[in-house]
């Protein structure tokens, strides 16, 4: 049997994602989304590390909100 498909939800799929996200979202903050993940993504099963990235991507949206506004 191979790896489990969570394990492919791992570190380097976070850094890519952010990277990829950067590019095409000037104000998105990649080190701040790779540093709020990096901590708990291990500990997570397949379904919470997919809502974990979805929530950090939910709190970017709402600071660049919040900068935008100001």
């Known amino acids: 049997m191979g790896e489990p498909l969570k394990d492919r939800i791992n570190q380097g799929t976070v850094e890519r994602l952010a990277c990829r996200l950067g590019s095409v979202w000037s104000s998105f903050d990649d080190a701040g989304f790779v540093e709020e993940l990096s901590s708990t993504l291990d500990d997570l099963e397949l379904e919470d590390r997919?809502?974990?990235?979805?929530?950090?991507?939910?709190r970017s949206e709402e600071h660049t909100s919040e900068l935008q506004s100001h």
């Open 50 to 58: 997919a809502a974990a990235i979805a929530t950090a991507m939910a």
